[in-house]
Nanobody, 114 residues
Framework: VQLMDSGGGLVQPGGSLRLSCAAS????????MAWYRQAPGKQRERVTL???????NYEDSVKGRFTIARNNANNTLFLQMNNLKPEDTAVYYC?????????WGQGTQVTVSS
């Protein structure tokens, strides 16, 4: 499985960004997918996940602002981020889970600053 993250950038506080993750390879084995982020000097943390059935879970600080979605037809994962805050600044990573392994995208930088 190969994952390609995209969509990061510089945005002002209160702004929005939409991240995408395109999956290729043995995609039939992918179950749950997720977005993680890692800020400078901090550990990587899970932001949100979505199961193959569409059930979702969000980290408390992003509830009501971020929305995860997946399109199984074209093997793409999305993260809509609204009302962004400076503390959302991090490298965001796409994650895809199979029974044998967890796969990661290369990461995309999100910077929230005025």
């Amino acid at each position: 499985v190969q994952l390609m993250d995209s969509g990061g950038g510089l945005v002002q506080p209160g702004g929005s960004l939409r991240l995408s993750c395109a999956a290729s390879g043995r995609i039939f084995s992918i179950g749950t997918m997720a977005w993680y982020r890692q800020a400078p000097g901090k550990q990587r943390e899970r932001v949100t996940l979505i199961t193959s059935d569409g059930a979702t879970n969000y980290e408390d600080s992003v509830k009501g602002r971020f929305t995860i979605a997946r399109n199984n037809a074209n093997n793409t994962l999305f993260l809509q981020m609204n009302n962004l805050k400076p503390e959302d600044t991090a490298v965001y990573y796409c994650n895809a889970r199979t029974p044998d392994y967890w796969y990661w995208g290369q990461g995309t930088q999100v910077t929230v600053s005025s």
